[in-house]
């Protein structure tokens, strides 16, 4: 399985405080389950399911 995830080089604070609000930003949205439903649910059908492959939950 591949990840996607963004990365900021080390000591880069503000960088990494504006990456971490848009994507607290984009859980609040649902976006990356709309996104599954929109993009990869009609390649992969009913056999995999939106919260097998998406993150919808804030990460502490």
């Known amino acids: 399985m591949d990840c996607i995830a ?10 990494l405080e504006w990456l971490n609000e848009e994507i ?3 859980y609040e949205e649902k976006f990356f389950t709309k996104a599954y439903e929109e993009t990869l649910k009609p390649a992969f059908g009913e056999t995999i ?3 097998a492959v998406v993150v919808e939950s804030k990460v502490e």
């Not at 963004?6 to 960088?15: H, I, R, S």
């Open 24 to 26: 607290e930003s984009l």
């Open 49 to 51: 399911k939106a919260d």
């Open 6 to 15: 963004p990365a900021v080089k080390k000591g880069n604070a503000e960088l």
